[in-house]
């Protein structure tokens, strides 16, 4: 008798481990079965905003359900990926955060979620090299000639940063890390003011985003002298990238993930992995992307989450190297 009521309450144990697994598993291939929400954790407008729209607006047609782009900004991108990491991890909350996402684990003393522990990586969804910028009037015509002009003239130049953290700023420091430049860094309260000073000659250098310098650089107001990603950028392909004009290794690109909250069933971060892979791939969203100054991404949920790893340790180490003052 007591082997026969064993045997029974084995395969009660059995059945509910398998009821519920299979509830499980047709809720995740039933996904999605409402509308999903992508945090985007800055004002509208702007570069983070703007490929979340585009890749919001063709995952909502792919999946048949809408998707909703919701914006959350404040405490430097931090508050909207805050309220993303505490979602329910279900697959309908993700988040895009903005490039200072691997910054600022070593910028601020304290954060209120785990960067690498508290997300599960979807894919690299597009990334923003930088356009290294001079005053028109600055008597070089190569990276090579701004090095040595920097390197006769110590403390004589100086660079714009559109703040304290940003792409920017960490660029030009690595910049002069790497070339073992004394220059000067001028701090703006973003980047316009940045470019406007550096036509009226008041900044003789500028590590810029595309879409705000290119207008500039054709119009003669200022000059360009290498793009920071390690490939050139086909709207730029006749400036060579800051590795091949003379500082190999050196690389930059402010860059915009897909992320959910941790937790999330791995065959919804699959599903959603191959489907914004796929949209990336679509000539209509490459176009609209690199129309921007941006490179479309793509890659596996590994690959992203080995390259967040990557990206916090070099940034980090820049910080301290460069007594950056952490927030």
Known sequence: MPNLQQRCLTLAILITV??????????????PQK???IIVPVAAGGGTDFVARVVG?????TLSTPVIIENKPGGGGNVGVDIAAKSEPDGYTLVMPITSFPVNPGLYRKLPFDTQK??????????????????????????ADLIKLAKDKPGALNYATSGVG??????????????GLDI???????GGPAVTDLIAGSVQMYFSTVPAALPQVKAGKIRSL????????????????VAEAGLPGYEVVGWFGLFAPAKTPAAIVERLNVEVVKILQMPDVREKIEAHGLLPGGGTSKELGVFLDTEIKKWTHLIQAANITQQ
């Open 118 to 143: 508290d997300f599960a990586p979807i894919t690299l969804v597009a990334s923003a090299p930088l356009l290294l910028v001079i005053n028109a009037q600055l008597p070089v015509q190569s990276l």
């Open 57 to 61: 607006q063709k995952l909502g047609e």
């Open 35 to 37: 509308p999903i929400k």
């Open 184 to 190: 000067v860094n001028v701090p703006y309260k973003g």
């Open 226 to 241: 290498a793009v920071t990603s390690s490939k050139r950028v086909p709207s730029l392909s006749d400036v060579p990238t």
């Open 18 to 31: 398998w009821l519920v697994s299979g509830a499980s598993a047709h809720a995740q291939n039933a996904y």
């Open 166 to 179: 940003t792409t920017s700023h960490l660029a030009a420091e690595l910049f002069k890390f790497t070339s």
